[in-house]
């Protein structure tokens, strides 16, 4: 009778539960909740240890543990960034709030309690997965300066550059009053939040710090295609949580998502496969990669509107235009973007905004512009592409220069001689003898 009892008091217990959780979450959903977690940790994945394990395998292996060592510590601070004043300034929603800025009222998640929500899901998740993005862009610029850039500085320019110029465009895209939001700019996943800015910034800080010692005179190759491989495969993998996460549903629209996701990665990585195949007389894998991901940055605006087709031909396009992007950077500007940044994120990033319009009807499963015509929401985008192209670059300046004053941006000489792995951190990636 003892146990009955207990087993009475307990169902009685969760009748309450279960009555009064409608109330506290009204509109929450168990399965867009439970896939929004899912793609919180892919993308997170992202950065580590997918872009640390690619870009790790690109530089010289005297280098390796610099770059993972400056993806690992992008992550923690732009975590507790976030927290602090990064939510608040991208996604804040009173007090200060305006068209340009989210303002303070969500500092230190100020106002967000346990059941607040953003649409179908928990407001923590929300907070969460907007999080992982904050990480990974300025994470993406570590590939403009590796191999001659002080610890110290990536850090400061890092957690200034989120606030100062990532958290401003995502309220502007993605916030609710945001300006370019209200004038209907579409980036799905953040074409321009997430490429555009870490692309343009990345060309301009790499101008800035100045070349690698070595460079252009001589071309050192990736020390680990091995490394790269991986590190692809794994970004890949992850993209789907950027890019399918980025409807905040598990719905028709995430489907659609992941769907034309995957082909435009793959259409891409084939392209530029034959590009060097024809060019080289060999197919190589670092190029293969390459293009990869190429198609990743280029389909992430437009993910939410083409169809399938539409997916091919940006992945074609995407391989094509950031091939020779590469090759114009590298070669014949002679600019040392090292990982290729600009040409492959903020090109692809800024491509596949801009081409956007002319793909959302072709095909079928194109869920097309709605009431907006084509050439409408083309000048739409173009101004959103100006836009946050001009903020990126002037922002950019300001938070290199004014870091100049205060710290050295640059390592010696010896330095870069030695490697930043033992200079700066003490230990190297690899023991022999």
Not at 117 to 143: C, D, N, W, Y
Request: charged letters at 10%; one cysteine or more.
């Amino acid at each position: 009778m003892t146990i009955l009892n207990c087993g009475r008091r307990v169902a009685v217990a969760l009748l309450f539960a279960l009555a009064a959780a409608p109330a506290a979450f009204a509109d929450t959903n168990s399965g867009d909740t439970a896939w929004v977690l899912t793609a919180t940790a892919l993308v997170l994945m992202m950065t580590l240890p997918a872009l640390a394990l690619f870009y790790g395998g690109l530089v010289q292996s005297k280098n390796v543990l610099s770059v993972l060592s400056q993806c690992v510590v992008i992550a923690c601070l732009m975590s507790v960034a976030w927290f602090f004043v990064g939510y608040s300034i991208a996604f804040g929603d009173g007090g200060e709030a305006n068209a340009f800025w989210g303002g303070l009222g969500k500092a230190f998640l100020n106002g967000v309690e346990a059941d607040s929500e953003v649409g179908t899901l928990p407001e923590t998740v929300f907070i969460m997965f907007q999080m992982t993005f904050a990480i990974i862009t300025p994470a993406l610029i570590v590939g403009a300066y590796p191999e001659r850039t002080t610890f110290l500085s990536v850090l400061l320019f890092s957690v200034l550059w989120m606030l100062l110029v990532y958290a401003p465009v995502a309220h502007w895209v993605w916030g609710s009053g945001g300006w370019l939001f209200e004038q209907g700019v579409r980036d799905f996943a953040g074409g321009l939040v997430v490429h555009a800015t870490a692309g343009t910034s990345a060309i301009v800080f790499a101008l800035l710090v100045g070349k690698r010692k070595h460079f252009p005179n001589e071309m050192r190759p990736p020390h680990s295609p091995i490394l790269v491989m991986i590190g692809a495969g794994m970004l890949w993998v992850g993209w789907y949580g950027f890019n399918a996460g980025s409807a905040l549903s598990a719905g028709s629209s995430a489907g659609n998502a992941m769907l034309v996701t995957h082909l435009s990665a793959s259409t891409a990585a084939i392209v530029w496969m034959a590009i060097e195949w024809i060019k080289f007389g060999r197919p190589g894998l670092v190029g293969t990669v390459t293009g990869l991901v190429a198609g990743l940055a280029t389909i992430t605006p437009a993910a939410g509107s083409v169809g399938p087709v539409g997916a091919v031909i940006i992945g074609a396009v995407a391989a094509i235009v950031c091939y020779y992007a590469v090759a114009l950077i590298r070669n014949r500007l002679k600019i040392d973007d090292s990982l290729d940044v600009f040409a492959v994120h903020g090109v692809g990033g800024v491509l596949g905004t801009l081409m956007l319009p002319f793909l959302a009807t072709v095909g079928a499963l194109a869920p097309g512009l709605g009431e907006v015509s084509m050439g409408q929401q083309a000048w739409v985008q173009i101004q959103g592409v100006l836009a946050v192209v001009a903020w990126s670059v002037g922002m950019t300046v300001v938070i290199v220069k004014v870091m100049g004053l205060f710290t050295s941006i640059r390592v010696k000489q010896e330095a870069e001689i030695e490697g930043l792995d033992m200079s700066a951190h003490g230990e190297r990636a690899y023991h022999t003898g």
